[in-house]
Structure formats: C-alpha cells, structure tokens
C-alpha cells in the first residue's frame, strides 16, 4: 500500500510540474508551486525530489513517455507512414487553441530548457531527438533517402507553426500548418504508403 501512495504522490508531483512549467516555464516554477499544485506538503517533494533540477528531468522523462504512447498509438491506428505523419499533424492542429494560448507542451520545454544554466540541456536534445527519431523512421519506411532532412523539415514546420500561433494568439495558423504539412507529405508519397 504504502508503494502506492508514494508512486500516486511522485505522479501527482511530475504531473503538476509538467502543467506548471508548461504554462510559466521552468525558471518561473518553483517547487513550492508544484507542491501547492499536488496538494503535497513541500517537504515531500524533497523526498522524491532532491532538486528542481531532478523534478524537471521527471517531466522531461514523462513529455518522452508521452510521445511515446502517442506514437504507438499512430502505429496501431495508421497502416502507411505517411497517413501517421499526417495524423501527428492533424493531433497537433487539434491543439490549436492550447498551443495559441501557451505554444508546443514540447518546444517550449525544450527552449526553456537550454536557456537554464544548470547544465540540464541535454534533457532537451533528448526530447526533440525522439520526435525526430520517430519521424525519420517514417521517412526512410517512405523509402526517402533524405529521411532525416524530411524529418527536420516535419518538426521544423509544426513547432515554428506552433510559435507563430502562440506569439499571435491565433489557434487557426497551426490548423493552416497542418494542411500544408499533409498536402507536402502527400506529395513525397507513393500511393501505396498513404
């Protein structure tokens, strides 16, 4: 039992640290505010937390998880590459108005991430690799040699989308990105792989 409730209270505090920092970054959050926000006592947070450095790389460890889930999911959704690299766009223009009102969960974590001076940069190379990653593999299944510049191309296009819509406040220009992603990977694909 008591396994349980320490795992639910570890959870509760990353969980609270990824909805803070997403909405007021990694220098602006502090460990009161993600103990306030868990309804955990501060003093806990230091026993499952001995830093903030140590919380932030948890958030960072679940952002990871997340994409991970989501593209199995895509997986199991979408037979060709193409019709799951369209579908990752699609997911990510139904963020439209979160994404205007606070930018990419992802990219703005990551941009906070290598502004600190503490040495966590890493953490967010880490992120973008596995976007990356995960993309990639879908070009080269395209059987596009030049697989990895597609992918850049790919994250390039949704996160600067996802910038310009948060620094406008206009969910709509992350819905045009979309279209215009799906319209290019459908102009690298064979019919077959859609």
């Known amino acids: 039992m008591s396994n349980l409730v320490r795992r639910g209270k570890r959870e509760r505090l990353v969980g609270a640290a990824a909805e803070l920092v997403y909405r007021k970054g990694v220098q602006r959050t502090t460990l009161a505010d993600i103990a306030q926000a868990a309804d955990v006592p501060l003093g806990n947070v230091y026993y499952y937390f001995k830093t903030k450095d140590e919380i932030i790389a948890a958030v960072v460890q679940a952002r990871v998880d997340d994409l991970e889930a989501a593209f199995a999911a895509l997986?199991?959704?979408?037979?060709?590459?193409?019709?799951?690299?369209?579908?990752?766009?699609?997911?990510?223009?139904?963020?439209?108005?979160?994404?205007?009102?606070?930018?990419?969960?992802?990219?703005?974590?990551?941009?906070?991430?290598?502004?600190?001076?503490?040495?966590?940069?890493?953490?967010?190379?880490?992120?973008?690799?596995?976007?990356?990653?995960?993309a990639e593999q879908q070009f080269r299944s395209m059987g596009r040699p030049d697989a990895h510049d597609l992918a850049v191309d790919f994250v390039a296009a949704y996160q600067g989308g996802a910038v310009l819509a948060s620094a406008l406040g206009e969910p709509e220009l992350i819905a045009r990105q979309a279209g215009r992603l799906e319209r290019w990977i459908d102009a690298l694909a064979t019919p077959e792989e859609g």
């Not at 699609?90 to 990419?104: F, K, L, P």
């Open 75 to 134: 997986e199991r959704a979408h037979r060709g590459p193409a019709s799951r690299l369209k579908a990752l766009a699609g997911v990510v223009a139904g963020q439209g108005d979160s994404i205007a009102r606070s930018g990419c969960p992802y990219g703005t974590l990551c941009s906070d991430l290598v502004k600190r001076a503490e040495g966590v940069e890493p953490l967010a190379a880490r992120l973008m690799r596995v976007l990356l990653g995960w």
